[in-house]
T-cell receptor, first 113, second 115 residues
């Protein structure tokens, strides 16, 4: 039973357009969420986070939105660039201490030039 | 930040054998983690390895199958014992420098194929 779901295994977007990656979770105790980006043959790297006290967090071209009532979060990338092509993992935790993150299966984003 | 290296980067092994994966960090860290990513699935935490104590395993993972060593603050090993094709996966080492996900760094992974 997946507690963190990313229902789109892949997504293709034209360069310059918006990329929207979605993540749903089932555990209502999750309080802290992160997005990681992973290039081939590399480990995931932290991208952006959000805690449940917020509904939006922005960092440059990356914005994460959280809808706690719907148990849904999304990552927006605007404008998308070819270098954004990677696998994006959503991760959730019941605390922000960073020890028990549950990862989603990932969405492969391809940004087409 | 932390720079993490893993050896081997990939391997092909026969059923019933064991493989030890090494993880080296360029700085001293208290907490090290081992993850597995099976084909098409998410990253799953296998265990947390703190220096000077026994590793703590997550549900579904046992020490006999995945023994872990943590001899010092910059190094750890994960052994995949008595391998079967179901163990084919990417194994990633991770460290946490600050106690929050933003400071969690991952190694490049070890891609294991068991025939």
């Amino acid at each position: 039973d997946q507690q963190v779901k990313q229902n789109s295994p892949s997504l293709s977007v034209q360069e310059g357009r918006i990329s929207i990656l979605n993540c749903d979770y089932t555990n209502s105790m999750f309080d802290y969420f992160l997005w990681y980006k992973k290039y081939p043959a590399e480990g995931p790297t932290f991208l952006i986070s959000i805690s449940s006290i917020k509904d939006k967090n922005e960092d440059g071209r990356f914005t994460v939105f959280l809808n706690k009532s719907a148990k849904h979060l999304s990552l927006h990338i605007v404008p998308s660039q070819p270098g954004d092509s990677a696998v994006y993992f959503c991760a959730a935790s019941e605390d922000n201490y960073g020890q028990n993150f549950v990862f989603g299966p990932g969405t492969r984003l391809s940004v087409l030039p | 930040s932390a720079v993490i290296s893993q050896k081997p980067s990939r391997d092909i092994c026969q059923r019933g054998t064991s493989l030890t994966i090494q993880c080296q960090v360029d700085s001293q860290v208290t907490m090290m983690f081992w993850y597995r990513q099976q084909p098409g699935q998410s990253l799953t935490l296998i265990a947390t390895a703190n220096q000077g104590s026994e590793a703590t395993y997550e549900s579904g993972f046992v020490i006999d199958k995945f023994p872990i060593s943590r001899p010092n603050l910059t190094f750890s090993t994960l052994t995949v014992s008595n391998m079967s094709p179901e163990d084919s996966s990417i194994y990633l080492c991770s460290v946490d420098q600050g106690g929050a996900g933003e400071t969690q760094y991952f190694g490049p992974g070890t891609r294991l194929l068991v025939l």
